[in-house]
T-cell receptor, first 111, second 116 residues
Framework: GQQLNQSPQSMFIQEGEDVSMNCTSS?????WLWYKQDPGEGPVLLIALYKAGELTSNGRLTAQFGITRKDSFLNISASIPSDVGIYFC???????????FGEGTQLTVNP | GAVVSQHPSRVICKSGTSVKIECRSLDFQATTMFWYRQFPKQSLMLMATSNEGSKATYEQGVEKDKFLINHASLTLSTLTVTSAHPEDSSFYICSARRDSGYYEQYFGPGTRLTVT
């Protein structure tokens, strides 16, 4: 089946720094989604991308759908302590199909 | 909108008993609901996909007689872990999707199951 390579696996940054993480696939996806999971909670949808090349922002978060449709990145600007958590990318092949999830990026923000 | 609840949030049960977990979409109708299992520091592992009114589709390696899924309405799906054993202890998360025209899944807060 499809596999997503998400990197980095973990990041330790200082408050105020910018963060970038990405996901790559050997196959094409028609949508990319980014989720954040806080400890002991379910993932929360942050950003959804539907078109190759699309760049979408949600507050301090910006995500892009790669032109090749095989990758996506998520940037967080001016990180704050509440950004701590695990960020997952997810790709959808067709509407109605399951999502394929990356392995997650564990973000730690030091005040 | 797109709020999904799960109940209970935590449950401890004895080995050999059964546990039922409920997943509800509170402000939308969910044609499809998904059940995931998550081990510590790992990604989400899809267990099964359930469509309202039909039998669930289980992923390879998931025992359908052990993990019973019912999706009787457009707002409720249940997962019953039958004859639970300590190795079934895990974090179970459901998600819901409006209909097949959508990609987005909205997740519940998860249920921490501990089998003693």
């Amino acid at each position: 089946g499809q596999q997503l390579n998400q990197s980095p696996q973990s990041m330790f940054i200082q408050e105020g720094e910018d963060v970038s993480m990405n996901c790559t696939s050997s196959s094409i996806f028609n949508t990319w989604l980014w989720y954040k999971q806080d400890p002991g909670e379910g993932p929360v949808l942050l950003i959804a991308l539907y078109k190759a090349g699309e760049l979408t922002s949600n507050g301090r978060l910006t995500a892009q759908f790669g032109i090749t449709r095989k990758d996506s990145f998520l940037n967080i600007s001016a990180s704050i302590p509440s950004d701590v958590g695990i960020y997952f990318c997810a790709g959808g092949e067709t509407s109605g199909s399951r999502l394929t999830f990356g392995e997650g990026t564990q973000l730690t923000v030091n005040p | 909108g797109a709020v999904v609840s799960q109940h209970p949030s935590r449950v401890i049960c004895k080995s050999g008993t059964s546990v039922k977990i409920e997943c509800r979409s509170l402000d939308f109708q969910a044609t499809t609901m998904f059940w995931y299992r998550q081990f510590p520091k790992q990604s989400l592992m899809l267990m099964a996909t359930s469509n309202e009114g039909s039998k669930a589709t289980y992923e390879q390696g998931v025992e359908k007689d052990k993990f019973l899924i019912n999706h009787a309405s457009l707002t409720l799906s249940t997962l019953t872990v039958t004859s639970a054993h300590p190795e079934d202890s895990s974090f179970y998360i459901c998600s819901a999707r409006r209909d097949s025209g959508y990609y987005e899944q909205y997740f519940g807060p998860g249920t921490r199951l501990t089998v003693t």
